[in-house]
């Protein structure tokens, strides 16, 4: 109880700066990077700033090609925190949209038009990365080095490998319906217990509470499993 108020607190105290664990390093100092020029007028392009939109040209208009590593948590908008605002995700996703038209485009240069698309795809698997807790979570232990290796079975408690073999078995022999949307509610409830541990675990790092993310690693790697459950649960309603 104490850790989630002070959780509370330290959103508050932090508001959108994160400290360094959530941070990701400076690749290379400012200076010692070629200024980038406008690929179609060639004049030298200001710097970024913190948004992460694309850019356009300033003398010429030109839409230039998104960053080769864009942080789409910048991109979105969003505080690069487990706990982000569906609702703010959701509208910069559509002004970002509304901004890489293709109609806007369908004047304009083929590598322009290529690189609208380039952006569209990008803002696309940005929004579809931040707006799934999962994918959420293994993006923010990416950002930190840590990674969701394939076969993390050691890591997970033996009753919790049973329970889904058991859910698993169940599973393939029912062709009930009502049955199967009672497991597809089953599955529900326990992602959304999972993706509250996670952000708690998110949290006591943030607050310095805990030094690591294995806690949030094993908490995914268990939202993995119940995500495989749920696409047999898709398939075995509608079989295609
Ligand atoms: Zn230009």
Redesign the pocket.
């Known amino acids: 109880m104490w850790a989630v108020r002070r959780g509370q607190l330290c959103r508050a105290l932090w508001g959108s700066q994160a400290p360094a664990a959530f941070s990701r390093p400076r690749s290379a100092e400012p200076g010692s990077l070629p200024v980038p020029r ?1 690929w ?2 060639g ?1 030298p392009l200001p710097a970024r700033g913190g948004q992460g939109l694309p850019r356009f ?1 300033p ?2 208009q ?1 839409l230039q090609p998104p960053e080769s590593q864009p942080d789409l948590f910048r991109l979105m908008g969003c505080d690069r925190s487990f706990n982000i605002s569906v609702q703010q995700l959701q509208q910069r996703f559509r002004s970002l949209q509304r901004s890489l038209h293709p109609d806007y485009f369908s004047q304009r240069p083929q590598k322009e038009r290529d690189f609208s698309e380039q952006h569209s795809s990008l803002v696309n698997r940005a929004y579809q990365t931040l707006l799934s807790p999962l994918r959420r979570g293994l993006y923010l232990l990416e950002l930190n080095g840590v990674e969701l290796a394939k076969g993390t079975d050691s890591d997970i408690d033996v009753e919790f490998l049973k329970e889904i073999m058991e859910i698993n078995e169940t599973l393939a022999e029912l062709n009930n319906e009502a049955k199967i949307e009672e497991i597809e509610s089953f599955i529900e409830v326990k992602q959304e217990e999972l993706t509250k541990d996670v952000s708690k675990a998110f949290e006591r790092v943030l607050c310095f509470i805990s030094d690591d993310l294995q806690e949030a690693k094993k908490l995914l790697a268990k939202m993995k499993y119940f995500e495989n459950l749920e696409d047999k649960v898709k398939s075995k309603k509608n079989p295609s």
Do not use: D, M
């Open positions: 406008c179609s007028c004049i040209c003398a010429c030109a």
